[in-house]
């Protein structure tokens, strides 16, 4: 793991890197960013509903192949969850896009 590896892991993605607390909040759902260029990141998935969950995301970063484009993450399906707060489902990188 690299240096910039290592400042993304257990943050939460919208967070600056010397936010004096980058890291998840106990009462909040986290889903955890695996591969890609936020790998090791968690998303605030906080109240966002089963469908929102399904439908993966596209997260804006400078730190993959198109600086400024988006990295899409999705669920696996029939992955389990875990209800309540904390990491409740891992989101899987798939691509990049501008």
């Known amino acids: 793991m690299n240096g910039g590896e290592q400042l993304l892991r257990g943050r939460v993605y919208g967070h600056d890197h010397d ?4 890291g998840p909040l106990p009462h909040r759902t ?3 960013l ?3 260029p936020l790998d090791g990141l968690l998303l605030d998935i906080h109240r966002w509903r089963t469908v929102e969950v399904d439908d993966g995301v596209a997260l804006v970063t400078e ?3 198109f600086p400024g484009g988006r990295a899409l993450y999705d669920p696996r399906l029939g992955e389990p969850r875990t209800p309540g707060p904390g990491v409740s489902c891992r ?3 798939s691509g990049e896009t501008l």
């Open 19 to 22: 936010d004096p607390n980058p």
């Open 30 to 32: 986290y889903a955890e």
């Open 34 to 36: 695996v591969g890609g």
């Open 63 to 65: 730190l993959g192949r």
């Open 91 to 93: 989101f899987y990188y």
